[in-house]
């Protein structure tokens, strides 16, 4: 690999440091949207509809369905063995 100019490190510096940046976020956003599941569900189960739960959210009730829904849909898929 050829020596690299000083702006061409501090360029790659900052590349490698989004990269973990981003590794880091998309694993706590994986973690965020397991809460969100987890929290609408049980709000779900104690009787409050889709459209309840999305006005809450800023989102539509189908918004709401399809994110509960994607660990099921995914089971389906994939003919996985996980539990939700």
Known sequence: M??????DQQLLARLLAAHKDTVEHTALLAQDRQRRREAAA????????FK?????????????????????????????????
């Open 42 to 49: 049980e709000l779900h189960d104690a009787g409050h509809s």
């Open 2 to 7: 050829a020596t690299l100019s000083d702006d």
């Open 52 to 84: 309840w739960i999305g006005d809450q959210l800023g989102l539509s009730a189908q918004a709401v369905e399809s994110f509960l829904k994607y660990r099921q849909r995914r089971q389906e898929r994939d003919g996985s063995a996980e539990k939700p």
